[in-house]
């Protein structure tokens, strides 16, 4: 089951210039995480967002939270070519218990020219 | 610093073969997990396991199966692979929920 839909699905861009990933979801969630993977490698994590936050900061990283729209958004600041990767947002479901199971969307890949 | 190995980075089978994937994590996490990953497809939860000796189907076990005799170690076998197993596996182990520890993946071709 696709609980993330991402949107965009590529996205290119100049360096210094900041990027915007949105995700949707579907059900009630108790937090929301985004990773990034760089090609052939495995994910990394960037950020976790819990239900009852709305916007949350890491260096040049602000993630967002809108619960009534089911909906997330990754912005990367003063983006640089080292940037250039997949990000993938991934939601741990309400009532999953502790089972830590997580779903994941589909990805965005994001390219950064120097 | 937080690790999650995985046996192999490449592996090479022919159709029919017994493969086994394997995965250790050195930092006491309760639950692992196995995904593979295609283009276009995103992240697929194929087993997890939330302790030893339990494990749970994720949204695409046919074919596989897992086993988890030890807190650190998780296991992936595919009784009997085909070319449509041709893929990359990623292991992953996370405290009983929070953040996701990823391996750095196998690439595996089933000729």
């Known amino acids: 089951s696709q609980q993330g839909e991402e949107d965009p699905q590529a996205l290119s861009i100049q360096e210094g210039e900041n990027a915007t990933m949105n995700c949707s979801y579907k059900?009630?969630?108790?937090?929301l995480q985004w990773y990034r993977q760089n090609s052939g490698r495995g994910l990394v994590h960037l950020i976790l967002i819990r239900s009852n936050e709305r916007e949350k900061h890491s260096g040049r990283l602000r993630v967002t939270l809108d619960t009534s729209k089911k909906s997330s958004s990754l912005l990367i600041t003063a983006s640089r070519a080292a940037d250039t990767a997949s990000y993938f947002c991934a939601t741990d479901a309400a009532g999953s218990g502790n089972t830590g199971k997580l779903i994941f969307g589909q990805g965005t890949t994001l390219q950064v020219k120097p | 610093d937080v690790k999650v190995t995985q046996s192999s980075r490449y592996l090479v089978k022919r159709t029919g073969e017994k493969v086994f994937l394997e995965c250790v994590q050195d930092m006491d996490h309760e639950n692992m997990f196995w995904y593979r990953q295609d283009p276009g497809l995103g992240l697929r939860l194929i087993y997890f396991?939330?302790?030893?000796?339990?494990?749970e189907k994720g949204d695409i076990p046919e074919g596989y199966s897992v086993s988890r005799e030890k807190k650190e170690r998780f296991s992936l076998i595919l009784e009997s692979a085909s070319t449509n197993q041709t893929s990359m596996y990623l292991c992953a182990s996370s405290l009983k929920s929070g953040r996701q520890y990823f391996g750095p993946g196998t690439r595996l071709t089933v000729t």
């Open positions: 396991s939330y302790d030893v000796k339990m494990k």
């Open positions: 059900t009630s969630i108790n937090n």
